[in-house]
């Protein structure tokens, strides 16, 4: 004995029909009554929010795992810019290409086991100069080299300056 079958499950042309006649029926109840459809709406939202919340939670951090290896860089980047008072709208603009020096300091520490970092050409709190967190001012280069080069400014800078005091 097979039971009673409604008509829109009868056929994928009846399906079809059927849901044709409720997004109408839907659509014209929106058009009649738009604040009374909102409200049952958010009504909705509230009802179910902390079961979509732990939903929207777990499907955030399924995620951020997934991804992690790709937001690393820019995490990092805008940890320390923030830190060092970088974080400016120029410095901001810039911020995929410098992704992209924090990238290949982890890809050549990876390969080589030394570790790499990248580094600020013009020192960000140099001692006679400041430089900016931008592309044209990085560069990548092994932890022991930016030690020994600490906040110093580069060689030829200042060699073809004369300072003329006045008396």
């Known amino acids: 004995m097979s039971g009673f079958v409604p ?22 109840r929106v058009a009649a009554e738009p604040e009374k459809v909102t409200e049952e709406r958010r009504r909705s939202r509230e009802k ?10 777990k499907w955030q951090k399924e995620w951020y795992e997934a991804n992690k290896k790709e937001l690393m860089p820019r995490r990092i980047a805008r940890v320390r810019a923030r830190e060092k008072g970088l974080d400016i709208p120029i410095a901001r603009m810039y911020l995929p290409q410098t992704e992209e020096f924090y990238r290949e300091a982890r890809r050549l520490t990876e390969e080589t ?3 790499h970092v990248v580094d600020h050409y013009w020192p960000v709190n140099g001692r006679n100069s400041c430089g900016l967190h931008v592309p044209w001012n990085l560069r990548v280069i092994t932890s022991a080299e930016n030690s020994a080069k600490s906040d110093k400014e580069p060689e030829d800078t200042w060699s073809s300056i004369t300072i003329e005091q006045e008396i």
């Open 48 to 57: 179910h929010k902390d079961k979509h919340l732990v939903y929207l939670k």
């Open 113 to 115: 086991g030394i570790p």
């Open 7 to 28: 008509w829109h499950k009868r056929s994928a042309e009846n399906a079809e029909a059927f849901k044709k006649t409720q997004r109408e029926a839907r659509a014209r």
